[in-house]
């Protein structure tokens, strides 16, 4: 296994913290929980796409591209980051947004306009269909374009995540530190992949959960799929030898709730409590689902008081000013 001949782009600051969250577990009268704080990546207000784009734009310049397409929601937190990360490079960058512009641009999206990129509303078009076109306009004036994935979950993306595993690994070694299980915000699969892996390389019997976010399927393959196939073809990028198959995947999705982006019961408690206890902001999206599962697993006896939780976290708070009116505070 190596992979130190796949080009990669320094993007933020690693180590993330590794923290207990003793307030909280004191509250939940629950296990030990810590959290790992890619919240704090460092790039314009952190979050796990960091990790990921330091081998994908680390690609894209060894390309000699000189723009960067991706595509993703209003207030997708990859996008921002691509974002960000494209003008610390000098790199010009093209956001494809589903949905509608609206009137006042909030949140991730707001960000986005003060990177200076290119943002094309591509209405029900929500994955990036409008991209070849884009690419082929922005070939025709003569630039150079390098399309990053959807979400950033592409082999390169994943392997950001078998680098996080070494990186915590490292953490806990130094603490004699060791979880039962991981449990983080799954979405377009590559922060999974990249544990699974991650986990396997450094012989970990870690459990690493997944809380589905929304997906039923990603390019019409069902999301389980999906994860495990992206795991493998990560192994064959970096000649690991191991193969994955269904069973090696946890991924619940208890908590899909209404959907992606409808924020309910479940993640406004979650992100009330972590403020209140911690002082620590999730996001209404990902963290706070993937929280107040955490919770519910809690609750419900899944997770046991011997266990040792770690709870990644993803990051994705700058979403909070675009879901005001949907948080229970503001009512
Ligand atoms: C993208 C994202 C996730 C999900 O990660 P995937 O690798 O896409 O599954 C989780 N949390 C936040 C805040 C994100 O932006």
Known sequence: MSYEHIARQSLGFFPTPLIELSKLSARLDGPKIYMKRDDNTGLALGGNKTRKLEFILGEALAQGADTIITAGAAQSNHCRQTA???????????L????????????????????????????????????????QQLIQQGRKPYVAPYGGSNELGALGFVEAFRELEAQCQNIDLSFTHIIFASSSGGTQAGLML???????????????????????????QYIVAL?????????????FSASDLILNSDYVGEGYGVVGAVENEAIAIT?????????????????????????????KKTDKVLFWHTGGAPALFAYSNDLEVSK
Not at 277 to 302: F, H, N
Request: glycine letters at 12%; hydrophobic letters at 35%; proline letters at 4%.
């Open 231 to 243: 795991a493998n073809r990560t192994a064959e990028l970096i000649d690991a030898d191991y193969k």
């Open 96 to 135: 494809v947004l589903g949905g509608e512009e609206p009137k006042h641009p909030q949140g991730n999206l707001l960000l986005d306009k003060i990177f200076g990129c290119h943002i094309h509303w591509s209405g029900n078009h929500r994955k990036g269909e409008d991209i070849p076109n884009l690419v």
């Open 198 to 224: 991650g986990s396997k390389i450094f012989n970990s019997a870690c459990q690493i959960v997944g809380i589905n976010i929304d997906k039923g399927e990603t390019d019409k393959v069902p999301f389980d």
């Open 84 to 94: 960000a990360a494209a003008a610390s490079l000098g790199l010009e960058c093209h």
């Open 275 to 303: 403020a209140q206890t911690e002082g620590i902001l999730l996001d209404p999206v990902y963290t706070g689902r993937a929280m107040g599962g955490l919770l519910d697993m809690i609750r419900t006896g899944k997770l």
